[in-house]
């Protein structure tokens, strides 16, 4: 999955099934609070931060001006590739650092 590339793009992925199941699987993956609730508060969370996401990004496509998403659009880059850079340092760590492969070896005596 890529990120889209510009802001107005974004904000229509936001509203998209992949982003919100993205999400909600997150929230429930990662909140001891969520773990705690009860099957039917679980549900209703779930319901209301799908709705919500897809309605925000209905409303955000439709209701801001272009003009603000062309301004806002260099900043959404700078976000983007941030996040990109986080993201691939992380992952590098991950493998190189913490699992002890053949390339941090290589590295280590070279």
Known sequence: MNLPPSLGE????VGTAAFIGFVLTWVAGNSTWFEKQSTNIKMLVL????????????????YVPAGVVTGLEPWYKVVVASIAILLSSQTWHEIVHKNGTPAAAALASG
Request: proline share 0%.
């Open 47 to 62: 319901l209301i931060v799908a709705i919500g996401m897809g309605l925000g990004s209905q409303a955000l496509v439709t």
């Open 10 to 13: 974004f904000l229509t992925f």
